[in-house]
């Protein structure tokens, strides 16, 4: 970078002058007698000489000095990487440079002395003609955003960072002008997905939740309220509090393996509601990184499926589950009887399966109809289930007809036996106790006294002894054997003599 060369003093410029002189000629020549006076006056012209072509040569180099600057300030002015131009106090362009024509699409010669107004939008024009004016108020930089015109009609937006000056008692605007219409682009396509997303995440069925790291909510959408009726703000509070407990462990475990692998996991919960019910809930989590990639929040996405679920359950119950007694049908009673011979051979442990054929039901549906017969069924559904072990089966065969599978039971027979007799018999005295039905006949509650016994079949089996057909049929046979003997009886199976003792 050249810098202007520093000026000698006039003394220091003087001593330079005289040394110049005395290596010349003109100071070897000896003055004669009488002119020593025009000697010195020559010798001090000299000097005068060449003290001006000194300060000549001087400001010479310091002119090419100052056209070296005065041309770097014009480039760096004219090709700066934002617009600079300055407006007086009528709103005219009196300075502008090469990067300010060129965003505005117009030569400067066409700038100058023009109005800047008309070049700001028509939808920003009124705001920018109170701002220029306010301006003019104060002192301090202040700044805004515009939408400007090109010469083609073409627009862009535009920064506007603004300072009043003063010169020779003029006042007048400085700007500086940058082109942000690439930014503001992006800011729109931001907002507009933004917007997007938030329509979505607002008007959807689904249960949308973004929690930090550890399970605190940050946002949870407007389906939250509709389906769970929180009117608190529930932002910053733990997610996994309104989980049911049996479920609130797994689902913990999942977030932490979202949360490590960044990669979602689908899974059902039971979501506990404020009044104490419960609502099925079909949950996929997706993780959110940062810009340096690392986990930052884990966003949940959520949907109520407890109608599917109760409409599977009711599926499910009309395939294995007897509609009337809510008992097992013959299809589970098969899957549990399968359970029981493989239980069995595992623990070396007897098991017994026992067939209850009523004795009496068909005089009662035959004289008051099948609503009378329909509450008896269910009152021994009622009585059977209640004399046994939760973990034992009571199913309805058909009919009539009831199936009693009992698990494990003694290691020995005989024990076996036992325990089986007494479990029957307590089942046949339920059995034999009245029933009081209530039916209604022309429109009026009656009340139905009605005895009905039981006969009761049992067999005792362990290990792959028999196969499951052979277990219900043995107890068939067994149960024939109680009411050809007078029914309202048990008798057992005898596996020596193949018939029912």
Known sequence: MSKTPKQP??????KIAEEKLSRTRLNLVHPLPGEELLHELLQELSVHQIELEMQNEALRQAQVVTEESRDRYLDLYDFAPVGYLTLNREGMISEINLTGTTLLGMERKKLLQRRFAPLVSAADRAGWERFFVGMFKHDERQHCELSLKRSDNAQFHAYLDCLRMESAGLSSLRITLTDITERKLQEESIREKEEFFRIIAEYTEDFIAVLDLEGRRIYNNSTYNRLFGAIENKKGTDSFAEIHPDDRKHIMQVFKETVRSGTGMRTDFRFMLPDGSIRHMESRGGLVKNSQGQPSRVVVI?????????AEQKIHNLAFYDLLTRLPNRRLLNDRLSQTITSSKRSARFAALMFIDLDNFKPLNDGHGHAAGDLLLQEVARRISGCVREADTVARFGGDEFVVVLNEMAIDKPGAIAEAGVVAEKIRLALEQPYLLTVQQAGKAVTIRHNCTSS????????????????????DLAMYRAKNQGRNRVRFFDPDLRQPS
């Open 9 to 14: 003093d006039t003394q220091q410029l003087r």
């Open 302 to 310: 959520s949907r109520d499926i407890t109608e599917r679920k109760l």
């Open 456 to 475: 009761i079949g049992v067999v005792v089996f362990s290990d792959n002894e028999y196969s499951a057909d052979d277990i219900i049929k043995h107890a």
